[in-house]
């Protein structure tokens, strides 16, 4: 069974930062295109960032532009979330994702493209 196993979630003051992990196994991430999406109380799971299989093309929301990066190390099968400069809006239980609609130049967003989930997990931002 494909399991996407995040960690790193917590409690962090605005301001500061914070690097999420995501291990598969089964899978193996380098023929998938990735993502970070999140869901905040009371909202919709929106998209984060994401990231080609092939090109490493990524993409990142508007709100996070310039402060989220998103990687992935092939070698141990994980995927990351580098976020920096956090701030209370950030607050929200965070996915990590994979998808078999692979695109040589780009990658999505959208929650209905990817087919493998993990189970989330918190990140606060408050003081």
């Known amino acids: 069974q494909v399991q996407l196993v995040e960690s790193g979630g917590g409690l962090v003051q605005p301001g500061g930062s914070m690097r999420l992990s995501c291990a598969a196994s089964?899978?193996?991430?380098?023929?998938?295109?990735i993502a970070w999406f999140r869901q905040a109380p009371g909202k919709e799971r929106e998209g984060v960032s994401c990231?080609?299989?092939?090109?490493?093309?990524?993409d990142y929301a508007d709100s996070v532009k310039g402060r989220f990066t998103i990687s992935r190390d092939r070698t141990k099968n994980t995927m990351y979330l580098q976020m920096n400069s956090l701030k209370a809006d950030d607050t929200a239980i965070y996915y990590c994702?994979?998808?078999?609609?692979?695109?040589?130049?780009?990658?999505?967003?959208?929650?209905?493209?990817?087919?493998?989930w993990g189970q989330g997990t918190q990140v606060t931002a408050s003081s």
């Open positions: 990231m080609s299989s092939v090109t490493i093309y990524t």
């Open positions: 994702a994979a998808s078999t609609q692979t695109q040589r130049t780009g990658c999505s967003l959208a929650v209905s493209r990817y087919d493998y």
């Open positions: 089964v899978i193996t991430l380098d023929y998938y295109d």
